[in-house]
T-cell receptor
């Protein structure tokens, strides 16, 4: 089955800095890669996703890049703000079968004011 | 419109008891997923429904766990003879259909087995 590795487990930055979270996956059939933000005690919320037919997608301060050859994808947050502090999860989903995403273990992002 | 809802938000039970957790997906979403999330971990897949049928139940840890979705909308996750290791947050998610893939999560049910 799919295996997703996510790094780092914890990331501490100063307000205004950029933050980068990286994930690797093992199943070359995976073609959909969502990123979720989960605040303490809240539900995971989709913040951005990318499909394998594109290499980059951007939404305001958030961007995701995908390297299919190397089987890794990354989340980039620019101009971080304290409200960006949360746990971020990446996931990889293969189109064949049941569209079940495999999640990474999460990155706790702390943005210091 | 209304998002995914789950009840109860918290459930405390004793070892050996039976529990039911409910999920109300977004109206019109045919796909429904159950996950389990332990502290410091990402969501772990349990079961996926497409309509009324379980399309994939490979994530259910053992036969104490069972889920239904009789009318293709509300789903119930049932856990028999609960064990302390079952303590976790149980998340439900729904998506419009398998092609879309984007999943919307509910707030979860925090299950504590004493």
């Amino acid at each position: 089955g799919e295996n997703v590795e996510q790094h780092p487990s914890t990331l501490s930055v100063q307000e205004g800095d950029s933050a980068v979270i990286k994930c690797t996956y093992s199943d070359s059939a995976s073609n959909y890669f969502p990123w979720y933000k989960q605040e303490l005690g809240k539900r995971p919320q989709l913040i951005i996703d990318i499909r394998s037919n594109v290499g980059e997608k951007k939404d305001q301060r958030i961007a995701v890049t995908l390297n299919k050859t190397a089987k890794h994808f990354s989340l980039h947050i620019t101009e971080t703000q304290p409200e960006d502090s949360a746990v971020y999860f990446c996931a990889a989903t293969a189109s064949g079968g049941s569209y079940i995403p495999t999640f990474g273990r999460g990155t706790s992002l702390i943005v210091h004011p | 419109g209304a998002g995914v809802s789950q009840t109860p938000s918290n459930k405390v039970t004793e070892k050996g008891k039976y529990v039911e957790l409910r999920c109300d997906p977004i109206s019109g979403h045919t796909a429904l997923y159950w996950y389990r999330q332990s502290l410091g971990q990402g969501p772990e897949f349990l079961i996926y429904f497409q309509g009324t049928g379980a399309a994939d139940d490979s994530g259910l840890p053992n036969d104490r766990f069972f889920a239904v979705r009789p009318e293709g909308s509300v789903s119930t996750l049932k856990i028999q003879r609960t064990e302390r290791g079952d303590s976790a947050v149980y998340l439900c998610a729904s998506s419009r259909d398998r092609v879309t893939d984007t999943q919307y999560f509910g707030p979860g049910t925090r299950l504590t087995v004493l």
